[in-house]
DNA sequence: CGCAGACTTGAAGATTATCAACCACCGTGG
DNA sequence: CCACGGTGGTTGATAATCTTCAAGTCTGCG
């Protein structure tokens, strides 16, 4: 990829910290994305190569094995996020696996360090993406800690929701999610096993169904109560910050292709 | 503080992504820091104006206040690190408070948009900082998530002691902490009362002591087994990655002054 | 069919929280 | 000087939360 296409991409006006989903979807990126099936780790726990991976679409997990055999998930990127390997982990101590088909734009470490050499206000940019990221991993961090398994879930589904109707991938009611219980329960540190029987409980209560691949809400209202959520880190209104440097010269002009929940 | 000032500030050569402890100490910044005593909000839940924070001395802490009435305690932030306010949060949903008597060099959003603007290749050091302290979180999120209560103590305070070898602030055996066990809890999402405990089977076991505002390690290399710590996550020695970008104009002259523990 | 993966349920046990005292230290005001 | 209150730390008893073990069910698929 050439410097010029990926200033262009950039250029082509982000929606505050993910990609607007149209300009993921046409491949103006000028690489042809890579497609994986499900269950594919395509990027190895210990690679150290720099490298950028645009989602283009389909789920996929950044994970981290334990030495006890544990695996944790730290986040469950989507269509439009962007993610910096290895700069975002502990220094490649992370594994990227697809949950669903998925097809990702890779960069090389080398040809982004380049472009972002000859146009720095690019740097600015990706510093207010993983500005988010760290966002989004402090709210899940103080979930995890001060939230139990219940509310815990529900915010972590409340949070999924926002982030698919980013990305227009939602319905009037809820949205697909290929996620396992098991999945979920590493990403929320608890076991499969009390996931399922806290998705019990949230059906029971009539706040949201997790079932087959589906994530309804029954009464979203209360489910926002229940968690205490408030979509704020998601920075989906980015108006402040030191970020607007840079990105400022770029001014938006068209809005975001997004459906958010009215709260 | 004119933007001559803060390029200086960044050229003076960094360690990795804190800055050199003796850079801090000396008042090269052109501004003079301000002072507070303990238990003081200085940035309080709430405020969006951006501005950035470097923590000449003392000890502080990012905290997150719930509507519950909990506390979570995200960051402990020591002498020579870097806070971007509130790009790093939720949105100025964090606090600051001081934890012991501390000097902190405060610098305005303005001010520190514009020399960024002129001297773009700061961004990327700047995103250096942001992706060490997303990689410290992400830490703290396996470590709540997937290891017990005497492992995650053990952990952290390996942690701080590994941050504060950085800045020079440990003895043969040991460091000074004025965190109190309600601080520690807050960290770590347990209650005072279990951190209490679980501090006492940390001692019993001859394994650390922390005890009247002092850490003692008892027996390092058993801790670091227990907690299965491993500092890479620090990037103390952070030679790969897409960051080296804009930073690599500057290479490291001189040495960071800091000691580390051997493992 | 028969197998495998995901999900479900029950029972028992470990971990952590909550409630309720109590101690020790320290600075303050009488 | 001592009584006093406040904060931080300690301990025990009990309860809630979550995990582990064990045994299923359901469903899709070769």
Redesign the pocket.
Not at 147 to 150: E, K, T, Y
Not at 179 to 185: I, K, P, R, Y
Not at 189 to 200: C, Y
Not at 210 to 213: P, S, V
């Given at each position: 990829m050439s410097e010029q296409t990926l200033l262009q991409f950039v250029k082509s006006p982000p929606i505050c910290v993910s990609l607007s989903i149209a300009d993921v979807d046409s491949d103006f990126l000028g690489i042809t994305p890579k497609h994986y099936p499900p269950?594919t780790v395509f990027d190895r726990q210990g690679d150290t190569r720099p490298r950028v991976f645009i989602i283009k679409s389909g789920w996929v997990c950044i994970s981290r094995h334990l030495s006890n055999g544990n695996r944790q998930i730290i986040d469950v990127p989507l269509a439009g996020d962007v993610l910096f390997i290895p700069s975002l982990d502990g220094g490649g101590a992370n594994s990227l696996t697809s949950l669903s088909e998925v097809s990702v734009f890779e960069i090389s470490g080398q040809v982004f360090r380049k472009a972002l050499d000859r146009h720095p206000m690019l740097s600015a940019l990706f510093s207010r993406i993983i500005a988010r990221q760290h966002s989004i991993a402090v709210e899940r961090l103080t979930s995890v800690?001060r939230?139990?398994?219940?509310e815990?879930t529900a915010h972590y589904l409340l949070e999924l929701g926002e982030r698919l109707g980013a990305a227009g991938a939602i319905t009037e009611h809820g949205y697909s999610c290929p996620?396992?219980?098991?999945?979920?329960?590493d990403v929320l540190?608890?076991?499969?096993?009390?996931?399922?029987?806290?998705?019990?409980e949230l059906r029971e209560r009539e706040l949201v169904s997790?079932?087959?691949?589906t994530v309804e809400f029954l009464s979203r209202p209360k489910l926002v109560n229940l968690a205490g959520f408030e979509g704020g880190y998601l920075h989906y209104n980015w108006t402040y910050g030191l970020h607007q440097i840079g990105a400022s010269r770029q001014a938006s002009h068209h809005p975001p292709a997004r459906k958010t929940f009215k709260t």
């Open positions: 269950d800690c939230r139990n398994a219940l815990r996620l396992t219980q098991h999945d979920l329960a540190g608890l076991t499969q096993i009390h996931i399922n029987r806290i998705l019990r997790f079932r087959a691949g």
